[in-house]
């Protein structure tokens, strides 16, 4: 079977391999579609992620969904907890002492035909979800725990900091979850265009901080509820903050390059303010196959591209420069 691995910065490799074979409580999937994640394009761009480095020719994906042996269409959380460690037992599955996770450190990922998946984390798909709709269920579930973390109510306002692929599932979630006013900034044009028509009310070009006027006059000078930060930019960092009322929240769910977050100090303590941080998610799959079967959010849209199991690096070049939103990987 074909298989992609990074060998180290920029380098992805075809290779010939042996078929994996399932173990106790495993299943063996064909895969169809893989995601390129941002975290993915920090693996491919600087051979690590954070303090996690590249250990041995690592398969990356782990926005996946496919076929198990038995013709069932799935999709898959790259995420296996252990279910009974201390964290696991209080109910954050996301922050799991042996936690398992497609594509990092040991475990290899989903750029391959076929791979083997614990069966408590495979999910079947109903046939109205195409494969790379499935493969979208990842970045929805981190949207969707992310969105928790608010504890946004009807009426709110919000800032989204970053209008990716992450950035505009946030924006979904949060109208549905009642926001009635979603201000949503980006640097690039296309980006912050497909945030207006996916639900911001007030769409802002981030250019250096002049967006934060915008910002305040669009809030009558009083911020937003919660700001949810999905770039981890430095800049959208600082907007985060800029933007978020007194008494407010920062949600940060960006990956930073330098493996930093830094922000004002004296404005983030006047204002009280709660800063959350985003470990992957929750049991979100269950919710995010609902969302979309139900047409209540839109995937579909996000997916600008897509390349052959072949032609990865072409992908993950694409990726890196952000042409698009959501580049897809069909294996
Ligand atoms: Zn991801
Ligand atoms: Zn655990």
Not at 28 to 45: A, N, P, Y
Not at 238 to 260: H, Q, R, W
Not at 267 to 294: E, W
């Amino acid at each position: 079977m074909k298989s992609v691995r990074l060998h180290g910065t920029g380098d992805l490799q075809v290779h010939d391999e042996e078929m994996p074979v399932a173990g106790d409580g495993e299943k063996l999937i064909r895969v169809k579609s893989v995601g390129v994640c941002g975290s993915d394009l920090h693996w491919f761009s600087e051979g690590s992620i954070g303090d996690a480095k590249l250990e041995h020719p690592l398969v990356l994906g782990h926005e996946f969904a496919g076929v198990t042996e038995d013709g069932q269409r799935v999709a898959i959380d790259p995420a296996i907890p252990c279910g009974h460690c201390e964290f696991c037992e209080q109910g954050h599955p996301n922050l799991c002492s042996n936690l398992i996770f497609a594509g990092h450190g040991k475990t290899d990922g989903s750029l391959r035909e076929w791979m083997t998946w614990h069966e408590k984390s495979i999910f079947p798909i109903p046939d109205s979800l195409s494969f790379d709709d499935a493969a979208m269920l990842e970045p929805l579930g981190v949207a969707i725990h992310t969105v928790d973390l608010g504890k946004l109510r009807p009426g709110m306002t919000v800032g989204v900091f970053g209008c990716g692929p992450i950035g505009l599932l946030i924006i979904q979630m949060a109208k549905l979850s009642g926001a009635s006013n979603i201000i949503a900034t980006d640097k690039l044009p296309h980006r912050l265009e497909a945030g207006r028509s996916l639900g911001a009310t007030h769409a802002f070009l981030a250019q250096g901080g002049q967006e934060l006027e915008e910002i305040r006059s669009a809030t009558s000078g009083r911020g937003v509820h919660v700001s949810f930060e999905a770039s981890g930019a430095p800049d959208a960092v600082d907007m985060a903050f800029a933007s978020v009322s007194v008494g407010g929240k920062v949600i940060l769910a960006g990956i930073p390059d330098e493996d930093k977050t830094s922000f004002t100090a004296s404005v983030a303590r006047r204002k009280g303010l709660t800063i959350k941080l985003v470990r992957r998610m929750k049991h979100t799959y269950p919710r995010a196959i609902d969302l979309v079967s139900k047409g209540l959010v839109d995937v579909r849209s996000i997916v600008t591209h897509r390349f052959p199991l072949d032609r990865a690096v072409e992908a993950f070049r694409v990726a890196e420069r952000r042409e698009g939103l959501k580049i897809i990987i069909e294996v």
